[in-house]
């Protein structure tokens, strides 16, 4: 795919150029590995002698949600030990009584769960993490579960604490050992990151209180708040193990050792979950805008710049790395690039 990797490159410098992200990797591949990759503009533009490289670590944000929850999730369904379709209340004991007893971990999963539409955790709860978790599982319903499809970072928050909750672990631990080192994804993992790590890590968005760009600590307040490990963002990871992912997600003979989700999670996950509700969703990923049913192209975005597409149908997944955020919380430029990437990608 020759002209197609001079096009996306072409489409990434020029993003730039535009200021839309000092800079980005990306890489195209299949079952059978990368088949196309690269890298472009800066790390940080106040060294423009630092080039983005494909070993850059990013903030990966909302993708958590994929690496750690929804992985999370799958492995405790695969074991039997979940089932997407009984009530919370009726197995965990946390939250019984309570609105969120009623609602359902696949309902969670696709965004239909009713759930307040804002995290707003330090206002509504205060700074203790024991009180935020007990105010996140017992607060009020925005709406009836299944009633509609509404995005929010509740959701993948109550997922992590469950999947702590049936696992006996801490999530940062059961991502560890159900997913990522049996997948080989050796660098990712949940900030803060060690010094070393810390120092290829693409910087984001201007700290207020220290006057610097976030550089190895999550931007996304959230995580930060409940000391950098929770369902809604705070994983950080590089190109070469969203590959690993992405690809077992395909072929699950493709990595060193199995996880803990499989090939009936995938295919169960990349299906239309929302019942003739919109926009449609599948289990956290959700169609890819522009696309059809045919092409069956899913993806999941992050805050800070990042995002992953697979189509099972095509044999195909793609990922793109920036740290747009360094610049600009607008969405609409990266949005262009995003949809331009993807054309190219599964074209």
């Given at each position: 795919?020759?002209?197609?990797?001079?096009?996306?490159?072409?489409?990434?410098?020029?993003?730039?150029?535009?200021?839309?992200?000092?800079?980005?990797?990306?890489?195209?591949?299949?079952?059978?590995?990368?088949?196309?990759?690269?890298?472009?503009?800066?790390?940080?533009?106040?060294?423009?002698?630092?080039?983005?490289?494909?070993?850059?670590?990013?903030?990966?944000?909302?993708?958590?949600?994929?690496?750690?929850?929804?992985?999370?999730?799958?492995?405790?369904?695969?074991?039997?030990?979940?089932?997407?379709?009984?009530?919370?209340?009726?197995?965990?004991?946390?939250?019984?009584?309570?609105?969120?007893?009623?609602?359902?971990?696949?309902?969670?999963?696709?965004?239909?769960?009713?759930?307040?539409?804002?995290?707003?955790?330090?206002?509504?709860?205060?700074?203790?993490?024991?009180?935020?978790?007990?105010?996140?599982?017992?607060?009020?319903?925005?709406?009836?579960?299944?009633?509609?499809?509404?995005?929010?970072?509740?959701?993948?928050?109550?997922?992590?604490?469950?999947?702590?909750?049936?696992?006996?672990?801490?999530?940062?631990?059961?991502?560890?050992?159900?997913?990522?080192?049996?997948?080989?994804?050796?660098?990712?993992?949940?900030?803060?990151?060690?010094?070393?790590?810390?120092?290829?890590?693409?910087?984001?968005?201007?700290?207020?209180?220290?006057?610097?760009?976030?550089?190895?600590?999550?931007?996304?307040?959230?995580?930060?708040?409940?000391?950098?490990?929770c369902g809604i963002a705070g994983t950080f990871t590089v190109l070469e193990d969203l590959a690993?992912?992405?690809?077992?997600?395909?072929?699950?003979?493709?990595?060193?050792?199995?996880?803990?989700?499989?090939?009936?999670?995938?295919?169960?996950?990349?299906?239309?979950?929302?019942?003739?509700?919109?926009?449609?969703?599948?289990?956290?990923?959700?169609?890819?805008?522009?696309?059809?049913?045919?092409?069956?192209?899913?993806?999941?975005?992050?805050?800070?710049?990042?995002?992953?597409?697979?189509?099972?149908?095509?044999?195909?997944?793609?990922?793109?790395?920036?740290?747009?955020?360094?610049?600009?919380?607008?969405?609409?430029?990266?949005?262009?690039?995003?949809?331009?990437?993807?054309?190219?990608?599964?074209?």
């Open positions: 795919m020759p002209y197609r990797t001079d096009r996306i490159e072409n489409l990434l410098s020029e993003g730039v150029r535009d200021k839309v992200y000092p800079g980005a990797v990306w890489a195209v591949g299949d079952s059978g590995g990368v088949r196309a990759t690269g890298a472009t503009g800066v790390l940080d533009p106040d060294e423009p002698d630092v080039r983005m490289r494909p070993d850059t670590v990013f903030d990966a944000a909302s993708l958590t949600k994929i690496l750690a929850v929804w992985a999370s999730v799958g492995a405790l369904w695969e074991d039997g030990v979940l089932d997407l379709d009984a009530p919370l209340g009726t197995f965990w004991d946390e939250v019984n009584g309570h609105p969120l007893g009623a609602v359902t971990a696949r309902q969670l999963l696709t965004h239909t769960a009713g759930l307040p539409l804002r995290a707003q955790l330090k206002n509504l709860y205060g700074t203790d993490p024991a009180s935020i978790r007990r105010g996140v599982l017992h607060e009020a319903l925005n709406r009836p579960p299944g009633e509609a499809v509404e995005y929010t970072d509740r959701a993948a928050l109550i997922l992590g604490y469950l999947a702590e909750h049936l696992s006996g672990r801490p999530l940062d631990q059961l991502c560890e050992t159900r997913t990522w080192r049996p997948l080989g994804m050796n660098t990712t993992r949940f900030g803060r990151l060690p010094t070393d790590l810390a120092a290829r890590c693409a910087p984001t968005e201007l700290d207020q209180d220290t006057g610097t760009h976030l550089k190895g600590t999550a931007h996304d307040f959230s995580a930060r708040l409940l000391g950098g490990v690993v992912f992405l690809r077992y997600m395909l072929d699950h003979t493709t990595a060193p050792a199995e996880a803990g989700f499989g090939a009936e999670w995938s295919a169960h996950s990349l299906t239309v979950q929302t019942s003739g509700l919109q926009p449609e969703r599948g289990l956290f990923w959700h169609p890819a805008p522009g696309t059809t049913d045919e092409q069956d192209v899913w993806v999941h975005y992050g805050f800070t710049g990042t995002g992953m597409w697979i189509s099972p149908t095509q044999d195909r997944w793609a990922v793109l790395l920036t740290n747009k955020l360094y610049y600009t919380r607008d969405r609409q430029p990266l949005t262009d690039v995003r949809n331009a990437f993807r054309e190219l990608a599964f074209a």
